[in-house]
């Protein structure tokens, strides 16, 4: 009110000074007793703070530290901001008290080392909380930290280090030796907090980075821990049975009709694991986000998920497992379960939106066309077929019947998945960087090391 009044002429010339200074002197006593409380709480709850949500005004979230630590900032910031605000308004008339009132610059000098000492505080307790929640994988604390503790005090620090720029600048053009010392301060408390400030921005980028390397630690000893062997993969136990009205398929993608009259059923279910894993891995980040902003949801779910998914294609390129044609569904099942799972899981109908269109979920899938590019069978032959009644039957057949069934399955699951495909299919595969490394992993089709069979290694007898 006093800055306003002298700006207007309220007051006689010859009071504007010794007003301003009482103004500035009363700004900067409120500003110090005000930090002091904020400081002391601060310093009492961090400690304790179990960093659950506390609801803001603007319908965000913090934790009741971060929320102390940005209230800290504020006196120190609007008394500042209020010399800023005085030395440009000031009028050209009014220059000798603006002259006066920067000849004795210390009040600003307490306010930023004040400030410096702020920071480094907010420095400590977002680098320390980060790091522990993600070494105990407390990931709703990490997130909530992460996206909005971190957020608001980086940017409080950034709004500190804009007015200490400014009033660098402001008072460099003074050149006592007092004016001097008091910049020379200045300049070096400045430079502290442009470096905190880098500090911290980086702080968000790096966390994240480790969080999603967690993920995929996590993912990766959970798949090696509970995915099925190689030998569930190979299995040929796909759906049998006489072609007939009765046996109409659903759709193409659920009946292949094979050439010795069979449709083969390939509609499969994903298996327990695949739930296993997203309750796991997932399940928790999407609570820990829940009370997020659309673009931190965005973020971090697709972090997770990438992450997750890529370690699950890593492992199976790791061990080499072989997938017969009917693996190559199963695989496909349970990838399609992913999507699916997101798709109920997530409520925010932008988020989910974004997240099922993940390009991951299309390397998926050219993953799984890829596996199903299984060779046709070859025509009749004296040698035995790479892809014969040996490689592939049913388990559970008997007599006649059974043999019937073996030759159905023979023909029909050595037929390409890949006879039709569509463009978009095809944009699928070509997002899988590695194609030679899976298609290697088909049982038919895939690179073996193959061997002469065994009337070639008869040896001769000496005469």
Avoid at 31 to 46: I, P, R
Avoid at 69 to 87: C, F, G, N, R
Avoid at 217 to 239: A, Y
């Amino acid at each position: 009110m006093i800055y306003h009044g002298i700006v207007k002429d309220l007051f006689p010339p010859g009071s504007v000074m010794s007003l301003q200074l009482v103004a500035q002197k009363v700004h900067t006593i409120a500003a110090v007793g005000c930090w002091d409380h904020c400081v002391c709480s601060a310093e009492g709850l961090k400690t304790v703070d179990k960093c659950y949500p506390c609801p803001l005004a603007n319908g965000d979230f913090s934790t009741k530290t971060g929320l102390l630590l940005k209230d800290t900032y504020q006196p120190l910031l609007s008394a500042l901001e209020d010399y800023v605000h005085s030395m440009n308004n000031i009028t050209s008339g009014s220059e000798l008290s603006l002259q006066k009132i920067v000849a004795d610059p210390a009040h600003s000098l307490s306010l930023f080392t004040r400030l410096q000492t702020t920071a480094r505080m907010v420095l400590s307790w977002c680098y320390s909380k980060t790091h522990e929640f993600l070494a105990s994988w407390s990931i709703s604390s990490f997130i909530l930290l992460t996206q909005t503790d971190l957020k608001i005090l980086s940017d409080e620090t950034k709004r500190a280090v804009c007015v200490a720029q400014t009033l660098c600048t402001s008072l460099s053009q003074y050149n006592s030796l007092q004016d001097a010392y008091i910049h020379s301060a200045l300049t070096e408390v400045y430079h502290d907090l442009e470096d905190i400030n880098s500090q911290l921005q980086s702080l968000s980028g790096s966390v994240m980075k480790l969080f999603s390397e967690n993920c995929g630690k996590i993912s990766r000893q959970f798949f090696q821990n509970n995915m099925p062997g190689g030998k569930v993969w190979r299995s040929k136990s796909v759906g049998l049975r006489k072609r007939s009205s009765r046996h109409l398929p659903k759709s193409n993608s659920d009946c292949k009709k094979s050439r010795s009259g069979y449709n083969i059923d390939y509609t499969v279910e994903q298996q327990d694991y695949v739930e296993h894993a997203l309750e796991t891995i997932l399940e928790p980040v999407l609570d820990g986000v829940s009370k997020l902003k659309v673009t931190s949801q965005l973020s971090v779910i697709s972090m997770a998920t990438v992450a997750m998914c890529e370690a699950w294609t890593d492992y199976i390129l790791k061990e080499k497992i072989k997938f017969s044609l009917h693996g190559a569904h199963q695989l496909g099942a349970d990838f399609t379960f992913v999507r699916t799972w997101l798709s109920t899981a997530i409520q925010n109908n932008e988020v989910r939106q974004s997240i099922t269109q993940l390009s991951v979920f299309n390397y998926l899938n050219g993953i799984v066309l890829l596996l199903q590019r299984q060779p046709k069978r070859r025509g009749s032959s004296r040698f035995t077929d790479p892809c014969s009644t040996d490689d592939i039957n049913s388990d559970n057949v008997e007599g006649n019947e059974a043999d019937s069934s073996r030759r159905g399955a023979s023909a029909a699951s050595c037929e390409s998945a890949a006879e039709s495909t569509t463009p978009n299919d095809e944009k699928d595969i070509c997002s899988v960087p590695n194609t030679e490394d899976w298609l290697a992993l088909r049982v038919c089709g895939g690179s073996r090391s193959w061997k002469f069979p065994s009337c070639f290694n008869i040896q001769r007898e000496d005469s």
